[in-house]
């Protein structure tokens, strides 16, 4: 038996052990795909795009179209009828339902379902979608195109000839059919009518989905688009990224277009419909076709955690916490310096950075603590919200004879002298400045007063806080703050915790060990440098910090 014969019985086999399965009435019509998945050979499906749409998306797609109430319904690829089996499920107002689909086993089957479940106004067409539309438009359409690289495609430069004519596109030969499919879409959709089409994603990022970008935006077509992470397999078997595009076709000029990511499929089940709000899991941000560039790579613009804003950066937000310092209310009366200090135990003493210049370095150390406890200025805060010893006790009475206890915040306070709690922060942002904001490295553990911002970073380990550093002290830093000026204000710049929220910063996290190591050493060198020399600016070490932060940024640097 020649191998063509054998693989034809084969095939034969298996065709009719998976229609005898259809004829006898699956309970659970779900279930066919995943017999046909068991049944079918896996390069006979990966040849036709034959990868099902998860039962939970195929509802979460059919509830978006059916919301607009269509009176007709088309699966221009419909395998074995997932989306129509789904819709006739649900009320409907549909009247027309049109299935088309090129393998003829999979026609047959998906007929047999649909009738079974009484859609009697439901047609299957076994024919090519992309050669062969139906001549009428549809008020919704329900799609996962097959995935079938353009090689695979029968007469590649024909069809792309005859998809620029009629579109009047110039789309890239190496166009998937899925990209072939998205543009027929579009176009058999009634005015009003909705379309959702589960992808690949690979078309928001690769070139050859520049023309097909465009021309979805050129018709302010896109209503949304839903990226899976990459994590999430939404299709069995193969390894590529999932994305729902939702059309709408005559949308209102300025309506947003939402970009969702979802972490998991299951979270778009519970926003179907109503999705202005995000959910957990799900993120969401709105944008108008103007301000979406067909050239640039998509992908970027939905928000991973953490969220690339740039190249390697991601807001600082995404990588750690930032508080306010301790508001004490009276700071001249709970802020002592040593000579003060002395006549309380030390259990109620927090040693303290009580004002910026107290830190004018890149770094705050045991020793810079000592030298200013010397010096006599206020470094300790009195913290006490328990039983006060007698001493404090008595200092707290005059505070009370000096009427500290109706004060603003003191008198919302139980008792009045107890302190809001804070923990340390690794690394210190001061509120006011001048012309920039500076970073310090608390590398004394200190607390620290409202003259500073905390900076919480996320993770804790030393090494990375001094890598991170590095760059928040870099050029490239001090640019990008110059460039939120919006955010900051001009003059005297005032910050809120929340504003540096937003700062671009390295993703430190995500460096090779390599870099982190660098930048921490050369932040290291950088701080003593500084300490030694007045004339620091001009030092190699500078230049050197600079290049590494460049390096780390992703940017092409000489070492
Ligand atoms: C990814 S599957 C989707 C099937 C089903 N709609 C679902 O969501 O589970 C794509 C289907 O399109 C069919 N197909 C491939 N090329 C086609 C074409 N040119 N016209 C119509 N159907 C096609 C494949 O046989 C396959 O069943």
């Not at 319904?73 to 419909?78: G, V």
């Not at 379902?113 to 001549?135: E, K, Q, S, W, Y």
């Not at 911002?453 to 590095?470: S, V």
Request: net charge positive.
């Amino acid at each position: 038996m020649n191998a063509s014969l054998s693989q034809q019985q084969e095939t034969r086999a298996w065709e009719s052990d998976f229609l005898r399965a259809v004829e006898q009435s699956l309970s659970d019509a779900n279930s066919l795909e995943s017999l046909y998945t068991r049944l079918a050979p896996y390069a006979y499906r990966k040849s036709r795009g034959q990868f099902f749409t998860p039962p939970v998306l195929a509802e979460f797609m059919t509830d978006w179209v059916l919301e607009a109430s269509p009176a007709s319904l088309l699966d221009p690829a419909a395998g074995l009828g997932v989306f129509l089996r789904c819709a006739l499920r649900r009320p409907h107002s549909l009247t027309r339902v049109v299935g088309y689909e090129i393998d003829p086993i999979l026609a047959k089957a998906a007929e047999r379902v649909v009738m079974r479940m009484g859609g009697t106004n439901c047609t299957i067409i076994c024919d090519d979608f992309l050669l062969a539309p139906p001549p009428e438009a549809f008020d919704a359409i329900l799609a996962n195109p097959p995935y079938i690289r353009h090689h695979d495609l029968s007469d590649p430069p024909g069809l792309f000839q005859a998809f620029d004519r009629r579109f009047g596109v110039r789309l890239s030969r190496l166009t998937n059919a899925y990209g072939l499919f998205l543009l027929q879409c579009y176009d058999r959709l009634s005015p009003n009518g909705r379309a959702a089409l589960l992808t690949p994603s690979e078309f928001l990022n690769a070139d050859f989905g520049v023309p097909l970008k465009r021309f979805l935006l050129e018709r302010n077509a896109l209503s949304a688009l839903v990226l899976f992470d990459p994590a999430h397999r939404v299709f069995e078997g193969i390894l590529t990224t999932a994305c729902i595009t939702l059309l709408e076709k005559n949308r209102e000029a300025d309506a947003p277009i939402r970009l969702i990511r979802v972490a998991d499929e299951r979270r778009l089940k519970l926003v179907g419909g109503s999705w202005a709000s995000a959910a957990d899991g799900l993120s969401c941000r709105m944008l108008r076709s103007k301000e979406l560039d067909p050239q640039a790579k998509w992908g970027a613009l939905f928000s991973p955690s953490p969220r690339k804003i740039a190249r390697r950066l991601v807001r600082l937000g995404d990588i750690a916490q930032t508080k306010r310092g301790i508001a004490t209310g009276a700071n001249s009366f709970f802020t002592l310096c040593d000579a003060e200090a002395r006549r309380f135990p030390p259990l109620f003493l927090k040693p303290c950075l009580t004002k910026a210049p107290h830190a004018p370095l890149f770094d705050f150390t045991c020793e810079d603590f000592d030298a200013l406890r010397q010096r006599g200025k206020k470094v300790y805060l009195l913290d006490c919200d328990g039983v006060p010893p007698p001493a404090l006790m008595d200092y707290f009475k005059a505070g009370e004879r000096a009427g500290l206890h109706h004060r603003y915040l003191t008198s919302r306070r139980t008792p009045w002298y107890a302190m809001e709690k804070r923990e340390i922060a690794p690394i210190l942002v001061t509120t006011f400045g001048r012309r920039a904001l500076r970073f310090v490295l608390n590398r004394a553990r200190v607390w620290h007063l409202t003259a500073f911002h905390g900076i919480y970073p996320r993770f804790d380990d030393e090494r990375l806080h001094r890598a991170l550093m590095a760059y928040l002290i870099s050029r490239r830093c001090a640019a990008l703050l110059d460039r939120e000026k919006r955010v900051y204000g001009d003059g005297l710049l005032k910050v809120e915790p929340r504003d540096i929220l937003a700062l671009p910063v390295l993703d430190v996290t995500s460096l090779p060990d390599e870099q982190v190591t660098r930048l921490a050493d050369l932040f290291d060198a950088l701080c003593a440098r500084r300490r030694a020399d007045a004339d620091w600016h001009h030092a190699a070490v500078v230049q050197e910090l600079e290049r590494w932060v460049a390096l780390a940024c992703g940017d092409e640097v000489c070492l």
